[in-house]
């Protein structure tokens, strides 16, 4: 039995090929075949362990049982072959994706890293506030924190409560509903408020904030920029007060006046709507980068652009493909001045460069702008960063400033003109009406004195009508005249004791002939500097303006008083009398205006018209409070140190008020 299954062994060794296994086989024998499945299997051996020496750790599980049980057969080791192609091929194609995977990572990182540096660069103080589970984690604060509010980004990670610390008191709730609402708001507008910068100084910004949310609908990272608008604000409150200061200059007295008001006015509402529009212009949706409003570059020294920001592709007409095809000179019209390159180079190493000079525009335009250039260093690369500012609407708007400034400088001179005249003309008028006055009331005296018992009664009543008229008319004169001297009346400053002379004038003109003996109540008085006559006539008005308005009390009583304000002080003078009502407040100063009948409070409507002109001349301000029944309260304020007052341009800006 042994002997036949060595046979069939043999047999089906021999089927299956095996070289060692014929007993017919011409060849060496039995050592040969041996010899032969010794060297098959040293050749395996050899392969698995360069294999494992080159794909160390060592072959996967699967290969290398795949080539242990091909060892000892010729036929195995085409097989043993053959799985290692296959091997290889299977690292080759990973190898492949490790690679790829690696070139994306570099050039991720070489994108970061070139965000980041311009991010450093512009202006604006870029933010990124980061939540977990509606919790705040971290947050991230740009270099410019510290230009913008004066904190470093050290110090906003030492102390997550400074930003809120230094929101400005009166804008804080209003900032944090802003921040409230914006989950509701992705993208909201800018809000502009204020914050208390390191230095305690008080600072406007413009917060523009948008808010990304997870995958559950939740708050995961708000990103925002702040500008500092600081110097905006001001110069919108400085043309807020200049166009308060037209608007005082100009008043409706005749209708050509009239005409050049509404000229006026035409012209502050025109520019009230280009403010308008220049903040519309600034409220636009932005992102951390793309926000910016000036056009941003990345060159390289040779001024070839790496990389740029939508809004120089805005500004200069060009698509960003375009831009990264050509250099910085393309963007100089051929008139523009060249600068040698070492000279750019050391300017860009010191403090950088700020130029305002000229660009060109894809269409051949060319416009004004503010260049300003720093050198960085991306990935051990000098490069250059520029920022380019648009000048178009800042020299649009001088050039209309101007406009408005030659316009107003010529409507001054024609009320000044005017004005002149309708002084000439007044004091002609007052003077020459003096004498047939003077001759009309004489003869009606003589008539009453002469013939007096010849007329009848009802002719006496006319001859006291006339009498009466034409005292009221020679009052009427003698303001005019006065306030006709008003403008060429010598201007002599001095120390004036208001007190002394207020108690003098008020024993002039207060005794009464009847019981209702006036009072007078004097507080603090300061002394102030001043012409002393237009005070005195000053004074003399308003006090017998108060008495006049307060005889029909039983006991009238006047006060007055004062206090110091720097370098002006300000007056008062108060009486119980009938009182008006503030809506005709305007009219008190204007000439000729008057709120009670003649019949019951005799007057020219010219001493309160007095008053405003010699405060005018003086550089000061006069106002009147009231309520019907309750008395009248007049503020009037004079200089109370040496000043240089200009009396005749004061009084030509109150002529145009």
């Known amino acids: 039995m042994r002997n036949g299954n060595d046979s069939d062994m043999r047999e089906k060794s021999a089927l299956r090929g095996d070289p060692c296994a014929s007993p017919h086989r011409q060849g060496p024998g039995i050592p040969g075949a041996l010899a032969g499945a010794a060297l098959c299997a040293l050749a395996i051996v050899l392969l698995v362990e360069l294999l494992e020496f080159i794909l160390a750790p060592g072959l996967p599980a699967p290969y290398r049982l795949l080539l242990g049980a091909a060892a000892g057969t010729a036929a195995g080791l085409v097989s043993a072959w053959y799985v290692v192609f296959r091997m290889l091929k299977d690292y080759r194609r990973n190898l492949d994706g490790i690679i790829g995977r690696l070139r994306t990572e570099e050039e991720l990182q070489r994108s970061e890293e070139r965000l980041g540096t311009l991010i450093r660069n512009i202006n604006e103080y870029v933010y990124s506030v980061y939540f977990t589970g509606g919790t705040l984690s971290s947050a991230f604060h740009s270099p ?67 808010v990304i949310l997870d995958e559950w609908g939740e708050v995961a990272r708000l990103d925002g920029f702040v500008l500092d608008i600081t110097s905006r604000k001001q110069a919108e409150e400085e043309l807020h007060g200049y166009r308060d200061r037209l608007e005082e200059l100009v008043c409706a007295r005749t209708g050509e006046l009239e005409a050049a008001n509404t000229s006026l006015q035409r012209e502050i509402a025109g520019r009230r709507l280009y403010e308008e529009k220049l903040k519309r212009s600034e409220i636009k949706n932005r992102t951390i980068l793309e926000s910016s409003t000036d056009a941003v570059f990345l060159e390289s020294l040779d001024g070839r652009i790496l990389d740029c920001n939508q809004s120089a592709c805005d500004q200069f007409g060009y698509t960003r493909e375009e831009l990264h095809g050509i250099t910085v000179m393309d963007l100089l019209p051929g008139d523009a001045g060249m600068i040698h390159p070492d000279a750019v180079r050391d300017r860009l190493a010191g403090d950088g460069i700020f130029i305002e000079t000229r660009n060109m525009r894809k269409d051949g335009s060319v416009f004004p702008c503010e260049v300003r250039a720093r050198l960085v260093v991306i990935q051990d690369e000098e490069l250059v960063v520029v920022f380019v500012h648009d000048l178009t609407a800042a020299r649009r708007a001088e050039e209309e400033i101007r406009s408005l400034n030659e316009n107003l ?88 004791d208001i007190a002394a002379m207020s108690t003098r004038i008020f024993s002039l003109l207060g005794p009464r002939e009847d019981d209702r003996q006036p009072s007078l109540q004097a507080g603090t008085l300061p002394p102030c500097f001043g012409d002393e006559v237009m005070i005195e006539q ?120």
């Open 144 to 210: 410019q924190s510290e230009k913008v509010t004066g904190y470093t980004p050290a110090e906003y990670e030492a102390d997550p409560d400074l930003w809120h610390r230094m929101l400005y008191p009166a804008d804080r709730e209003r900032v944090l509903a802003f921040f409230g609402n914006v989950r509701a708001n992705l993208n909201p507008d800018p809000i502009e408020h204020r914050i208390v910068h390191k230095n305690g100084e008080t600072r406007w910004i413009s917060n523009t904030a948008s």
């Open 538 to 657: 000053l004074l003399k008005n308003l006090i017998g303006n108060s008495l006049k308005y307060s005889s029909r009390q039983r006991h009238p009583k006047i006060e007055m008083g004062g206090w110091n304000q720097g370098i002006e002080n300000t007056y008062f003078v108060k009486d119980n009398g009938i009182g008006f009502d503030m809506k005709d407040a305007d009219k008190l100063f204007e000439i000729f205006e008057r709120l009670h009948p003649q019949e019951e409070f005799p007057g020219t409507g010219v001493g309160l018209t007095i008053v405003q002109r010699i405060v005018c001349r003086h550089g000061g301000r006069v106002w009147a409070e009231s309520r019907p029944g309750k008395g009248a309260t007049f503020f009037f304020t004079l200089p109370a140190v040496q000043v240089d007052v200009n009396p005749r341009q004061n009084t030509k800006a109150l002529a145009t008020d």
């Open 409 to 496: 400088t010529g409507a001054v001179a024609k009320l000044e003109e005017a004005n002149r005249e309708l002084e000439a003309f007044n004091y002609t008028v007052s003077h020459d009406l003096r004498l047939p006055l003077l001759t009309i009331g004489g003869y009606a005296n003589l008539v009453a004195r002469h013939f007096g018992g010849l007329i009848p009664d009802e002719a006496h009543r006319y001859l006291k009508i006339i009498g009466d008229e034409v005292r009221r008319m020679e009052n009427l004169l003698s303001d005019l005249l006065e306030l006709s001297r008003l403008e060429n009346h010598q201007f002599d400053l001095k120390p004036i």
